[in-house]
């Protein structure tokens, strides 16, 4: 009894074996005819049954499965294949088909990433994210992949995809440092770049270039932590968003971008002795920047610093001479005075000497802001700029000027 189970165990296997090795023919002869569906059928079909295969028949199902699924463009299951087949191979000690697989499988990752490029180029910059990530799964050695995921994936609006790849990234301690390839050029003896080594290589051997120079750009991890922190910023966690930049600052301290992003943070969060602060500082970076002036102009003013907002304005203004809405803001700075003197005329109708004496104040107010007023609305008009000119010709008594204003003001009603 005993040998009879034996037996039909053994013919079991035996028909097993056979399905194995027909079914591998069949998808080989399929791959020689280019008729990639029937070849993943066959492979389909011998799934199943490869587990208990002897090692040589286990080798050649996986780099009949990589060619199978790869003529068919399914390029994720296909460089699976090939790579269960290095990692079998070198597991098993024998290579069968590992030397014959190798340069498939970088026809088949040169494949995918043209197929990135080309999703970029039109622009479809969510399946040109995918394309690039599975070029990265294929090799995690290239990691410039993964990062040109996260930027297309950003640029899709796929947001939390383009933060889990930028999060790995950081993860990977990725820099993005690579090497730029230069030349001399003998006949014009100019610099040329080159887009490889071996072109260079090429150039130098025949004579029309030399002194070669290699050039490291600079690292990328700065700007990764930037992009977290703006897609952050997105989502409104901006103590986390406050966090990343930080970072990206850490590692670049001189690139006055991530200082203004940082300091736009504190925008949102309300926090402008913060923003004011940070303004500060990008001043010592950048002194001759009129919108850093007018930026603390706006933080002093909103503080109720008069004086030293109309300080900052006129500075960015001394910079920047038609700087339209620091000019503006100049004037407001100035007519605010206007408010208390208002409220002490109002205070004193009753004193003919007293309502003269502050009447005369506010017209001094008026005419310190006229001339930064008629400026800003000869840069850009608005109903704003027209109705303050227009009240401040009637009192100070500019008649012909408040004639020409009030239509102006009519026909911007």
Do not use: C, W
């Not at 699976?80 to 190798?102: N, V």
């Not at 109720?304 to 203004?317: D, P």
């Not at 208002?342 to 802001?369: G, P, R």
């Amino acid at each position: 009894m005993k040998k009879q189970i034996l037996l039909l165990a053994l013919g079991m296997f035996t028909v097993a074996s056979f399905a194995q090795k027909n079914e591998l023919k069949a998808a080989e002869k399929a791959i020689k005819k280019l008729d990639f569906s029937a070849a993943v059928a066959a492979i389909n079909s011998a799934e199943g049954l490869i587990a208990n295969a002897d090692a040589k028949t286990k080798s050649k199902f996986y780099f009949l499965k990589g060619q199978a699924f790869g003529g068919k463009k399914e390029y994720e299951k296909a460089g699976k294949a090939y790579k269960d087949l290095f990692d079998f191979e070198k597991s098993s000690g024998k290579k069968r088909y590992t030397d014959k697989a190798l340069p498939m499988f970088s026809l088949l990752k040169d494949e995918v990433n043209n197929k990135a490029f080309q999703l970029n180029d039109v622009e479809n910059f969510k399946e040109s994210s995918k394309a690039f990530y599975l070029r990265y799964t294929l090799d995690k050695k290239d990691t410039l992949y993964l990062s040109n995921a996260a930027q297309l994936a950003s640029r899709a609006k796929d947001i939390d995809v383009s933060l889990k790849y930028y999060r790995e990234l950081v993860r990977l301690g990725y820099q993005g440092i690579e090497t730029d390839y230069f030349a001399t050029n003998i006949s014009t003896g100019k610099e040329e770049p080159f887009s490889s080594k071996s072109l260079r290589d090429f150039s130098i051997k025949g004579k029309t270039h030399n002194n070669p120079i290699d050039k490291k750009t600079t690292s990328k991890r700065a700007g990764i932590f930037n992009s977290i922190s703006t897609i952050l910023a997105g989502q409104n966690k901006f103590d986390e968003a406050v966090v990343a930049i930080k970072k990206a600052r850490e590692i670049d301290s001189n690139k006055l971008d991530y200082l203004m992003n940082e300091a736009q943070l504190y925008i949102k969060m309300n926090k402008m002795d913060l923003f004011g602060g940070m303004m500060e500082e990008a001043i010592l970076k950048d002194p001759t920047n009129p919108i850093l002036y007018f930026n603390l102009g706006v933080v002093n003013y909103n503080e109720n610093k008069l004086e030293e907002a109309k300080k900052y304005y006129l500075k960015a203004i001394e910079l920047k001479p038609d700087y339209d809405d620091a000019i503006l803001n100049l004037a407001i700075a100035i007519l605010t005075k206007e408010k208390a003197i208002i409220e002490e005329m109002n205070n004193n109708l009753s004193n003919n000497k007293k309502y003269d004496a502050l009447e005369k104040q506010q017209k001094e107010v008026y005419k310190e802001a006229l001339p930064y007023l008629e400026k800003a609305d000869s840069l850009k008009r608005t109903k704003e700029t027209v109705q303050r000119l227009l009240n401040i010709y009637e009192v100070l008594e500019m008649e012909e000027k408040a004639k020409v204003f009030r239509v102006l003001y009519r026909e911007l009603r």
